[in-house]
């Protein structure tokens, strides 16, 4: 089925029983599999290739060269292989500098940026699900990939070069920097923050809010800002608790030394 406002070029292929609808445009040697189901204002750009059995809603973003397998599911507004977020300078930049020196900064100079252009895409697995007005961003070189069975929420962002292993499941607002590496069976819940190049095991289990900055051993739960283990930052969230209580035993004592 074929929707007359549907634009599709003519190298095309289109599978048996897909079904296209109103506004979606569809470019050069775009593969669409049997089955799929592809909403109202969809864009798929050239070279994509879709699995049997998809499921595209309204308003999503298909870029140039992605691979997606079976029995896909992309909620309205997900974007998938836009440019990552990939600049450099030419000197040493204020970034670079402070990681180096945890904060120092020798002098603030002028600087300017300069895109690194994406030349890699994105490739996703078999019953992978993305969730509405989430983001992932098409590699620098190779390509950013997302594991069989993985289950995204919505508004979660992966940069580029990101790999995310099989059956992992990523919960809102989840951000996730350029090239990191997420092992199988990975739970992220809601607002995680995980910074670029690091590497999260096998089995890791973050609570919501956490902000990992370094790598990840497999099968660790964590907590906080930064990452603890789970039983760690409980300890520092009673420890906090304790603090007024502690402040004015403190004061008491201050008085009493005073008076000797």
Do not use: Y
């Not at 669409?32 to 049997?52: F, K, L, Q």
């Not at 292993?165 to 607002?173: N, S, Y």
Request: a neutral charge.
């Amino acid at each position: 089925q074929l929707h007359p406002m549907a634009v599709v070029d003519p190298t095309a292929e289109i599978g048996a029983g897909a079904a296209i609808g109103p506004f979606v445009v569809i470019g050069a040697g775009v593969r669409i599999g049997p089955g799929a189901r592809i909403a109202s204002h969809v864009s798929i750009a050239e070279g994509a290739t879709i699995g049997a059995d998809a499921m595209i809603l309204q308003g999503a973003r298909i870029g140039p060269g992605v691979t997606i397998g079976d029995r896909f599911i992309c909620q309205p507004g997900a974007s998938i292989g836009g440019d990552g977020f990939s600049f450099v300078t030419p000197q040493q930049s204020g970034v670079e500098e402070i990681r180096t020196t945890l904060g120092q900064r020798e002098e603030i100079r002028q600087q300017s940026w300069t895109r690194i252009h994406s030349l890699g895409s994105v490739t996703l697995g078999d019953d992978v699900e993305v969730g509405a007005n989430a983001t992932i961003d098409r590699g620098t070189i190779r390509d950013t990939s997302v594991g069989s069975g993985t289950k995204i929420d919505n508004l979660v962002q992966l940069g580029h070069n990101v790999q995310v292993g099989r059956d992992c499941l990523l919960c809102g607002q989840v951000g996730v920097a350029g090239s990191t590496r997420i092992g199988n069976r990975v739970v992220l819940a809601g607002q995680v923050g995980v910074s670029d190049n690091i590497f999260i095991g096998d089995d890791v289990i973050a609570g919501g809010g956490t902000k990992i900055f370094s790598n990840v051993p497999a099968g660790r739960t964590i907590l906080g800002n930064p990452a603890v283990k789970m039983e760690t930052q409980m300890e520092i969230n009673k420890a906090l608790r304790r603090l007024p209580r502690l402040a004015a035993t403190v004061a008491e004592l201050q008085k009493l030394v005073s008076k000797l």
